[in-house]
């Protein structure tokens, strides 16, 4: 069975630090995999999605930038962390074309 | 207007009941359409997935889907306190591997 990895859980980080967050899936392959970001109350809002190696999109213009190394790895990341950006970032995959997102367990980000 | 509205409760109901979760949509292209459950801190987890009118049916859930009127439902029989986390909505457009639009999310408590 397919499972995702998402860490860490928690994360508290400066103003003007660097960002790394990761994320695996096991058990499939070649999936479609998505980076969202959850405010407080909010829905959830997509940043990046990925549908193969080094292949990224991105749907909002802001301090993050995402990659995909290999297959089953997203990784997102920030140079210099704004205040703005704390929130709760979720991972999530897809496989074929018809099948629905199954998201990991996600991470709180304060920036302080 | 959003493409996709969702009342964000929060709804309460004592243990027992029956719980209707609904969500409407402006876009006629929707297709897929999901339900997602999250408990506090943790990420989304997926109930239902149906991409037909009608109703789908599993265990104490049952997903609706209108499409003639851009609605679609979420029924909770017998409900429990294990039930208690927000539901999220979820559309998107078949051919697009980013276009997947939530719902703000209901917040759900069940009074035992």
């Known amino acids: 069975s397919q499972t995702i990895h998402q860490w860490p859980a928690t994360l508290v980080q400066p103003v003007g630090s660097p960002l790394s967050l990761e994320c695996t899936v096991e058990g499939t392959s070649n999936p479609n995999l998505y980076w969202y970001r959850q405010a407080a109350g909010r829905g959830l809002q997509l940043l990046f999605y990925s549908v193969g190696i080094g292949q990224i999109s991105s749907e909002v213009p802001q301090n993050l930038s995402a990659s995909r190394p290999q297959d089953r790895q997203f990784i997102l990341s920030s140079k210099k ?22 998201f990991g367990n996600g991470t709180r980000l304060t920036v302080t | 207007q959003k493409e996709v509205e969702q009342d964000p409760g ?62 679609i439902s979420l029924f909770i029989r017998d409900s429990q306190p294990s039930d208690s986390a927000t539901y999220l909505c979820a559309m998107r457009v078949y051919s697009s591997a980013s276009k997947i639009i939530f719902g703000s999310g209901t917040r759900l408590s069940i009074r035992p």
């Open chain 1, 81 to 102: 962390l704004l205040l703005s950006d704390s929130g709760f970032y979720l991972c999530a995959w897809r496989g074929t074309e018809d099948s629905p997102l199954h």
């Open chain 2, 10 to 71: 929060p709804l309460s109901v004592p243990e027992g009941a029956i719980v209707s979760l609904n969500c409407t949509y402006s876009n006629s292209a929707f297709q897929y359409f999901m339900w997602y459950r999250q408990y506090s801190r943790k990420g989304p987890e997926l109930l239902m997935y149906t991409y037909s009118s009608g109703n789908k049916e599993d265990g104490r859930f049952t997903a609706q889907v209108d499409k003639s009127s851009k609605y």
